[in-house]
């Protein structure tokens, strides 16, 4: 059954190594390599929005054959806004580590 209240977001919208079409949905100006999911859990807290649940074993649907992770917030914004403030923090939590 469908979650109305909640986003799903997966680590592959943040994935600077893929293409659009196997399913980065962020720029790459808000992507980073391969990201982790502790760092988009610190993404997601900083920009903001309360971090429900994640899950380390999923496989996102278009990269079936690769497992991936995601996470479940509490719906605030529309997706793309959402992405748009992830992927920022994102970003600036990869440079602070550098």
């Known amino acids: 059954m469908k979650e109305y209240e909640h986003q799903i977001i997966w680590l592959d919208y943040f994935n600077r ?13 808000r992507s980073v390599f391969d990201p982790s999911i502790e760092e988009l859990v ?5 920009a903001g929005y309360e971090v429900v649940s994640s899950n380390t074993e999923a496989r996102y649907p278009r990269r ?5 992770s995601y996470i479940m917030i509490r719906k ?3 997706k793309s806004t959402t992405l748009n403030k992830i992927g920022e923090a994102l970003v600036q939590i990869r440079s602070k580590k550098k």
């Open 76 to 78: 605030r914004d529309t």
């Open 64 to 68: 079936y054959y690769t497992r991936s």
């Open 42 to 46: 610190e993404a997601a807290r900083s």
């Open 17 to 29: 190594n893929l293409s659009k079409s196997k399913g980065r949905r962020a720029s790459k100006s």
